[in-house]
């Protein structure tokens, strides 16, 4: 059996080199379950996926800014996951990451899938969408989101604006647009912590 060695990018902390004589020491276990960084404990799809976001040959940087990007990305690709049309083909995916493990370009063309074509992906990449993300439930905001579309179309504005400030003091910021094909309005989200 041949060896196969694999050289990693240093752990970095918000830039620098984790290092215990730097006092920025932090452990998985730490971002999981403490509010070490970012005053707030970190789910592990996140985690995981922020480490996926960079090559393995580059730092890995545990910056809030990072953390927080990686968690948008999730209930973006999460929200693309849930929709019932089927998009792409998980070729690209494998073949991403059949090329020197290209963890980047594997979630660059995750973002061009949708339907269970992107849980299947995301399944492989140990990000399974059935998980809540952390203490984000993303189904049921989804589901707030259709209710608050339905509201706008009946013109009950009252309500409508009700369920967008609730979502907002939740943490969950929308932004309403239109499809560019049907016209009809679209609302997506983000978390804002």
């Given at each position: 059996?041949?060896?196969?060695?694999?050289?990693?990018?240093?752990?970095?902390?918000?830039?620098?080199?984790?290092?215990?004589?730097?006092?920025?020491?932090?452990?998985?276990?730490?971002?999981?379950?403490?509010?070490?960084?970012?005053?707030r404990?970190?789910?592990?799809?996140?985690?995981?996926?922020?480490?996926?976001?960079?090559?393995?040959?580059?730092?890995?940087?545990?910056?809030?800014?990072?953390?927080?990007?990686?968690?948008?990305?999730?209930?973006?690709?999460?929200?693309?996951?849930?929709?019932?049309?089927?998009?792409?083909?998980?070729?690209?995916?494998?073949?991403?990451?059949?090329?020197?493990?290209?963890?980047?370009?594997?979630?660059?063309a995750?973002?061009m899938?949708?339907?269970?074509?992107?849980?299947?992906?995301?399944?492989?990449?140990?990000?399974?969408?059935?998980?809540?993300?952390?203490?984000?439930?993303?189904?049921?905001i989804?589901?707030?989101?259709?209710?608050?579309?339905?509201?706008?179309?009946?013109?009950?504005?009252?309500?409508a604006?009700?369920?967008?400030?609730?979502?907002?003091?939740?943490?969950?910021?929308?932004?309403?647009?239109?499809?560019?094909?049907t016209?009809?309005?679209?609302?997506?989200w983000?978390?804002?912590?």
């Amino acid at each position: 059996m041949a060896n196969v060695w694999m050289h990693n990018g240093f752990v970095q902390v918000e830039g620098k080199k984790m290092a215990k004589s730097e006092g920025n020491f932090v452990t998985i276990h730490d971002l999981l379950h403490t509010e070490k960084l970012g005053g707030r404990k970190w789910p592990g799809e996140v985690l995981r996926l922020a480490m996926l976001m960079t090559h393995y040959r580059e730092p890995i940087d545990f910056s809030v800014k990072r953390l927080e990007e990686a968690e948008a990305v999730m209930a973006k690709l999460w929200r693309r996951a849930s929709q019932s049309d089927e998009t792409g083909e998980p070729d690209v995916v494998v073949d991403a990451l059949g090329d020197d493990l290209n963890t980047v370009d594997a979630i660059r063309a995750m973002s061009m899938l949708a339907g269970n074509v992107l849980r299947q992906a995301l399944a492989l990449l140990g990000l399974p969408p059935d998980a809540p993300l952390g203490d984000i439930d993303v189904a049921a905001i989804e589901a707030t989101i259709q209710r608050r579309l339905s509201l706008i179309r009946e013109k009950n504005w009252a309500e409508a604006d009700r369920i967008r400030d609730e979502l907002i003091a939740d943490g969950v910021q929308l932004k309403d647009g239109k499809d560019p094909e049907t016209g009809e309005r679209t609302t997506t989200w983000e978390v804002k912590r």
